[in-house]
């Protein structure tokens, strides 16, 4: 950001009356001239400045320097819609794109000479003015113009759009009208030959209505139109012409326009009855570009800089020595266009529209001036002294007379109102009638206090037009008197004040009245709004209110004099610090005149001071901007208003754009969806951190002061998206996941209780089978018999027989009730179970077990399962001493296969088995594996899975 | 310079055979003179070379830097080619462009134009229009013009020391005779 360094007040004593205020600009930093030859206000507010050093960008207060990717001498500047292109010197054209200029990019080569001009037909096409023709761009492709298509003269300083089809171009030879007709190109041309004051012509600018203005090298500037292809309404003023080459006009009508020369002249054109024109002077200054921006202020672009120019709102008139103007202490302008000035006794006079500002001496009061009034133009003026009654100036006799009534009176204000003179004194207010002869004006009707006035001292009674009279008192506020009677207000109607020292009607009717300590009050016929400091007034103690023709009301107090504005519902300050070199303005009170138009004249130290009518629409709102949005202090590269649930630190940049009032802006800021409250602030950036998701809208607003009454704004709306968890479909899945699982847990669940039931089931009715078949009296009946057998021949051996048979029955009992046991005591078991069988078959029955030590430690059986396959082998085969049963039992790491041969009896043992379907089942139960069981060999072969 | 020549040719070339329509200068003078509070400069060259093609209106003139003599002494002269002007690099200085006014040049008179054109010096290229006399007199062309260089518009830089002795703005004036090419 570059800091606006120096101001330069100039204030030239030229020849005119009236001069504008005027302040220059240093463009850069370095405060060094810098030669500006483009100037545009873009549709956001901000003035671009095209220099030899490249692009500034202004905003009121500082100026800043753009990055502009083709750096050459900027020559044109156009603000169209919301585009702002740029011309160089080498034939590129640029555009803003943010804080920079980009190259805008063709398809064809587009000029190689300087872009002296830009301007807009229609959207998305652009007339380039350049040194080798008119080139016309749209869609990424130029087209040329030039001297082979007729145009009068290849260096062209300006194309301006004129009716649908139409467009001028300024060339050295003259004016050269470009139509399309049906897709082609038809020039006609224009120069000395047909009227034209000069063959070069700089300058050309249409009007609305099919008019234009051009501004020529040698000619001045002349007013043309086209009936068709032939120029009609030539107006010229080449012959009184002598104030140089014309560098620029801002046409405001067709009659009435505002011109720049290269000499330094502003001037202002009005071409309506005859050819007048309005020179203000800036010497030493070559004027290169004008500029009349919305706020009503003219810019200058100038061989130096920038310099603002008050002159269509507010002038000045230096007084002719030996006059100061600081002393005088009444004002009133007659109808003759004459300004009658009282300063102390001396009343003086002078001729508005004169060129010279001299006033000259028409009589002496015997006591100091207080307030003068007239009435038309013909009567004369009425003079009210301090100490010395009222007096009346007869301005053909040139002589005061006194009014004998009123003599040795304190007058403090003179109005008229139902043909009678309302003269007000530090005794109330006497009524005289004006039709009488002055000199036998008597009082009719003495109105103070008691009558209802409400104060004795009355400051200044104010008739508003409307059959009513104001009353300014020092006591009683606001006194207003109908013609019947008497109103007041009190707080109760917002009025605060006692003591009311000037009052004034407005064009709306509105009554504005200023007091010595509480600013200024405006009735609207309802109630009375108060305007302070906060409202932009510069102080709180006023010396007059004024109105003038176009709605304006200036409230002058001793710091400076501030200018509502009603449709920007502001104050536009003028004071030493920001438009006007004043020094001191006038104590005394309600020291003001209004001429017959309506403009307004205050005394300042160095004269007059002249606000005028407003001619044209001025809103001085100041804009606002939000340049720039980061996210977690980081810019944007993207222009993005879609953000994820973790891109919630976002910092607002905004910036006030105003170049009425140049200090300090005032903003306020709310960002709707999280804060709906306005937050106030001086600083131009707000970071908002943790946003929650949502649609938001960043809405900030700029105003002078602290009244956001009518304020513009600028908004940024964005969204941050929720975190995926809390996004619907998020939820949703979510929930189809927990139930599904829920499902599935319950399903499962379910499943498993089943399952566990059976094998409950399963394996009560194994133990029952199991038990019933260990009970088995066969086996009980066998294994007793060899017993008893035992105990004859080996009572040792039975009691081991015993332990083992016990044995085997307890591992029965223990197991039962188990899932799986190791296969080591599945195998103790068999040899339980054989030891008991072999004690009876002996040499009969054989068992070849194979089983690694590891797989017995390792993997598990289901209880009996082996003992049951060992059990059937013997069953079922033949066990006899010439064929013995061998049973194999071996094992690898997925199964143990229990083998013998297949020798079935002839005669099957009674009794229900507990078979291989047992087994099978309560496998399934626990075990996909399958048990295998084959006859191979005349073998039978039963694998169980090892778990 | 060679854009000069070039110009030349085809002003010649591109006439041939309407050589009346292109005049030549036979004699030309161009001096110059600059007003300092401490010292007056004044320089003069007879070597003006310059084309006018009054068909096209376009016109060409240039003049050789170490040509100008008459300068205060021998120093000045060195200080004006190597200091100021760079003679070395920009051994010429030119104006070329074209003549706004339509004036007929087979009627013997006094004609007033603005010749508005490029004036090229220390190498530097400015947009001039600059006024000038024409005089028409039995088939030959005076032309007389006065006009003002600002130094810093063409980048010559004063040293602080002279700048006492060297205005900012010089004062230039040229005469010349032009006779048709036959």
């Known amino acids: 950001m570059r800091i606006l360094l120096g101001i330069l007040l100039l204030l030239s004593l030229s020849a005119q009356a009236q001069s504008p205020f005027s302040r220059d600009f240093w463009v850069n930093e370095t405060q060094t001239p810098v030669n500006v030859n483009a100037i545009a206000e873009a549709a956001n507010g901000y003035l671009y400045v095209g220099t030899d050093e490249g692009v500034y960008r202004f905003n009121g207060r500082t100026f800043s320097m753009m990055s502009d990717s083709i750096k050459q001498t900027v020559t044109s500047i156009a603000a169209i819609g919301n585009d702002v292109y740029v011309g160089h010197a080498g034939g590129y054209l640029g555009r803003v794109i943010g804080e920079k200029i980009v190259k805008v990019n063709a398809v064809n080569r587009g000029p190689g000479t300087r872009i002296r001009n830009i301007s807009s037909r229609g959207k998305g096409l652009l007339w380039l003015a350049t040194e080798e023709g008119v080139f016309l761009f749209t869609q990424g492709r130029y087209y040329r113009i030039n001297d082979s298509h007729g145009l009068s003269d290849n260096f062209v300083y300006e194309v301006a759009k004129g009716g649908n089809n139409t467009v001028l171009a300024g060339t050295d030879n003259g004016i050269s009208k470009i139509d399309f007709i049906n897709g082609k190109v038809s020039i006609k041309k224009y120069g000395t030959q047909q009227g034209l004051p000069d063959n070069i012509v700089n300058v050309v600018k249409a009007v609305n209505y099919g008019a234009f203005w051009i501004g020529t090298n040698e000619g001045g500037v002349a007013r043309l139109t086209f009936d068709k292809d032939k120029l009609t309404d030539l107006l010229t003023c080449k012959s009184t012409w002598k104030w140089g080459q014309v560098n620029d006009i801002y046409p405001i009508s067709g009659n009435e326009a505002w011109a720049v020369t290269e000499t330094g002249f502003l001037l202002h054109l009005d071409f309506k009855d005859s050819v007048n024109v309005r020179p203000y002077h800036f010497a030493g200054k070559k004027i290169r570009k004008l500029l009349r921006i919305k706020s009503g202020n003219i810019w200058c672009a100038t061989n130096e800089g920038l310099a603002i120019v008050t002159v269509e709102h507010a002038a000045y008139t230096i007084a002719q020595a030996p006059y100061f103007f600081s002393t005088v202490t009444a004002m009133v302008c007659s109808g003759d266009n004459k300004l009658w000035l009282g300063q102390q006794r001396e009343l003086l006079s002078m001729q508005l529209k004169r060129d010279t500002a001299s006033p000259v001496r028409e009589a002496m009061l015997p006591a100091d001036i207080t307030c003068m009034y007239t009435h038309g133009t013909g009567g004369g003026i009425w003079i009210g002294t301090f100490g010395k009654g009222l007096w009346h100036y007869n301005k053909v006799l040139e002589r005061i007379e006194e009014i004998e009534s009123l003599r040795d009176g304190h007058i403090l204000s003179i109005a008229t109102f139902k043909s009678r003179m309302w003269v007000a004194s530090l005794n109330g207010v006497d009524e005289l009638d004006i039709n009488d002869a002055e000199g036998k004006m008597f009082v009719k009707t003495h109105h103070n206090k008691a009558s209802g006035v409400g104060s004795d001292y009355v400051y200044q009674i104010y008739n508003d037009k409307k059959g009513r009279l104001w009353f300014a008192t020092d006591g009683a506020g606001v006194t207003m008197y109908d013609g019947r009677k008497y109103y007041n207000w009190d707080s109760a109607d917002g009025m605060t004040a006692k003591v009311v020292y000037s009052i004034a009607a407005d064009t709306k009717g509105n009554i504005w009245a200023g007091t010595p300590d509480k600013g200024v009050f405006r009735y609207d016929g309802k109630k009375w709004e108060q305007f302070t400091i906060l409202n932009g007034l510069q102080d709180m103690s006023i010396t007059s209110v004024a109105t003038n023709s176009t709605g304006q009301t200036l409230v002058v107090t001793q710091k400076g004099i501030d200018e509502w504005f009603p449709e920007s519902h502001l104050f536009r300050k003028f004071n030493k610090k920001t438009n006007l070199d004043v020094e001191s303005i006038s104590s005394v009170l309600n020291c003001v005149a209004k001429d017959a138009s309506g403009n307004m004249y205050v005394p300042f130290d160095k004269g007059l001071l002249i606000f005028t009518n407003l001619q044209n629409k001025v809103d001085l709102r100041p804009d606002v901007y939000i340049n720039e949005v980061r996210l977690f202090f980081r810019p944007l590269n993207d222009n993005r208003t879609d953000f994820g649930y973790d891109e919630n630190q976002l910092t607002f940049h905004f910036e006030g754009i105003s170049y009425s009032n140049v200090e300090r802006l005032h903003y306020r800021y709310k960002l709707k969806g999280y804060n709906n409250e306005w937050i106030h602030t001086d600083d131009e950036a707000i970071t908002y951190s943790q946003l929650p998701a949502g649609k938001f809208k960043f809405i900030v607003q700029a105003s002078l002061d602290k009244d956001f009454g009518a304020v513009k704004e600028s908004v940024y709306s964005f969204s941050i998206d929720a975190p995926f968890w809390k996004s619907p479909w998020f939820l949703i899945l979510a929930i189809v996941v927990v139930f599904g699982l829920l499902y599935l847990y319950i399903h499962f669940r379910e499943k498993n209780l089943r399952k566990v039931n059976r094998l409950q089931e399963e394996r009560m009715r194994f133990e029952y089978e199991h038990l019933k078949s260990q009970v088995n009296p066969h086996f009980l009946f066998n294994s007793l018999n060899t017993l008893s057998a035992l105990i004859e021949e080996d009572a040792g051996k039975a009691v081991d027989y015993t332990e083992q048979l016990s044995d085997l029955y307890r591992a029965v009992l223990s197991y039962k009730n188990m899932d799986l046991i190791k296969l080591a005591d599945e195998m103790e078991i068999i040899r339980n179970y054989m030891y008991i069988q072999q004690t009876r078959f002996g040499q009969a029955l054989q068992l070849n077990v194979t089983i690694p030590e590891k797989i017995l430690e390792t993997k598990k059986v289901i209880p009996l399962a082996l003992q049951i396959l060992v059990e059937n082998a013997i069953k079922h085969n033949v066990v006899s001493r010439s064929e013995p049963l061998v049973i194999y039992i071996y094992a690898d790491e997925e199964h143990v296969t229990v083998k013998n041969d297949l020798r079935p009896k002839i005669t099957k043992e009674e009794g229900e088995g507990l078979g291989l379907p047992n087994i099978q089942r309560r496998y399934a139960l626990i075990t996909k594996k399958q048990i295998v069981h084959k006859i191979s060999d005349n073998q039978y072969i039963v694998s169980l899975p090892l778990l | ?182």
């Open chain 2, 1 to 182: 310079m060679r854009l000069f020549c070039l110009l030349l040719i085809c002003l010649c070339w591109g006439t041939d055979g309407f050589s009346q329509q292109i005049y030549e200068v036979k004699r030309g003078k161009i001096s110059f003179h600059s007003e300092a509070p401490q010292e007056l400069i004044s320089a003069e060259s007879a070597n003006v070379k310059g084309v006018v093609d009054i068909s096209k209106k376009a016109f060409a003139f240039k003049v050789g830097i170490p040509t100008f003599m008459g300068f205060n002494s021998p120093l000045q002269k060195e200080h004006f080619n190597e200091n100021y002007m760079e003679s070395n690099i920009f051994p010429e200085a030119s104006f070329r462009g074209k003549v706004i006014e339509d004036i007929d040049y087979t009627k013997d008179g006094v004609y007033t134009v603005r010749a508005k054109g490029k004036l090229n010096i220390h190498g530097i290229e400015k947009e001039r229009i600059i006024k000038s006399e024409i005089t028409i007199k039995s088939g030959t062309m005076k032309i007389k013009s006065n006009f003002t260089v600002i130094l810093s518009d063409h980048d010559i830089k004063i040293p602080r020391v002279v700048s006492e002795k060297l205005a900012p703005e010089i004062q230039v004036a040229i005469t010349a005779d032009l006779k048709p090419v036959k």
